[in-house]
């Protein structure tokens, strides 16, 4: 990390990084480990989950446009995370939480069922080499784990500039008992509260097409 990513790391944790008990890797998450979100954010409020928050520009425009709303990013790399730390303390933001984990298992056991408004996944790793697309995180066992974290009518929110996992991605959904498609054709329009980030402009400059994707979570029976 930079000296100012370190420096945020050690002054910010404190306060916007959730300390989870682990399993048996770093990252990990103890299966008898339990989020309260109304009880870390201090109040009741629609939650809206990121996972692979990256360096967290998404999640940190949104939480400062929606003071109203809590929000949650989920991402394994700490630089990204202090990076996010010092972009949300600049900014002011005080309705942001970071947990360092993998997201499966913040999503099948650490959050309460239900617990999310809002999923996002936004440009995770397409692993586009074909003997590591096994890699990547969206495959059908996936989709049930992020179905039992979303609320009734509950809203996931997608988006790759990588055509071939988009297509993949659209498959596990599509085949989801608990998912309902939330677009017309064969790509949502483009999700307006997602900020426009450096990365996302440098795809559109080489060319490639931004896929969105949004599915409504079914009602329980």
Same mark, same amino acid.
């Given at each position: 990390?930079?000296?100012?990513?370190?420096?945020?790391? $050690?002054?910010?944790?404190?306060?916007?990084?959730?300390?989870? @008990?682990?399993?048996?890797?770093?990252?990990?998450?103890? #299966?008898?480990?339990?989020?309260? /979100? %109304?009880?870390?954010?201090? !109040?009741?409020?629609?939650? =809206?989950?990121? =996972?692979?928050?990256?360096?967290?520009?998404? =999640?940190?425009?949104?939480?400062?446009?929606? /003071?109203?709303? +809590?929000?949650?990013?989920? *991402?394994?790399?700490?630089?990204?995370?202090?990076?996010?730390?010092? +972009?949300?303390?600049?900014?002011?933001?005080?309705?942001?939480?970071? =947990?360092?984990?993998?997201? /499966? *298992?913040?999503?099948?056991?650490?959050?309460?069922?239900?617990?999310?408004?809002?999923? &996002?996944?936004?440009? #995770?790793?397409? &692993?586009?080499?074909? $003997?590591?697309?096994?890699? $990547?995180?969206?495959? @059908?066992?996936?989709? #049930?784990?992020?179905? $039992?974290?979303?609320?009734?009518?509950?809203?996931?929110?997608?988006?790759?500039?990588?055509?071939?996992?988009?297509?993949?991605?659209?498959?596990?959904?599509?085949?989801?008992?608990?998912? +309902?498609?939330?677009? %017309?054709?064969?790509?949502? /329009?483009?999700?307006?509260? !997602?900020?426009?980030?450096?990365?996302?402009?440098?795809?559109?400059?080489?060319?490639?097409?931004?896929?969105?994707?949004?599915?409504? !979570?079914? +009602?329980?029976?």
């Amino acid at each position: 990390m930079s000296e100012a990513q370190d420096r945020a790391w $050690r002054e910010l944790s404190p306060r916007y990084l959730l300390d989870i @008990p682990r399993d048996e890797g770093a990252t990990s998450v103890h #299966p008898d480990a339990r989020l309260e /979100p %109304e009880r870390e954010f201090g !109040r009741r409020a629609r939650l =809206i989950v990121e =996972i692979g928050s990256g360096q967290g520009h998404a =999640i940190v425009h949104a939480a400062a446009q929606h /003071p109203h709303d +809590d929000f949650l990013a989920i *991402e394994v790399f700490q630089a990204g995370l202090a990076r996010t730390m010092l +972009d949300a303390d600049r900014a002011g933001v005080t309705n942001l939480r970071l =947990i360092e984990a993998n997201a /499966p *298992e913040v999503l099948a056991s650490l959050l309460p069922e239900g617990a999310a408004d809002e999923v &996002w996944v936004f440009f #995770p790793d397409p &692993w586009h080499k074909q $003997r590591h697309t096994k890699r $990547r995180l969206v495959q @059908p066992d996936f989709a #049930p784990v992020l179905a $039992r974290a979303l609320a009734d009518g509950g809203m996931l929110r997608v988006a790759t500039d990588w055509q071939a996992y988009a297509v993949q991605m659209r498959d596990v959904w599509d085949a989801s008992p608990e998912l +309902d498609r939330a677009f %017309e054709g064969d790509w949502a /329009p483009r999700f307006e509260g !997602r900020t426009m980030t450096a990365f996302e402009r440098k795809g559109l400059r080489v060319g490639r097409h931004i896929r969105d994707l949004r599915y409504r !979570r079914r +009602d329980r029976p």
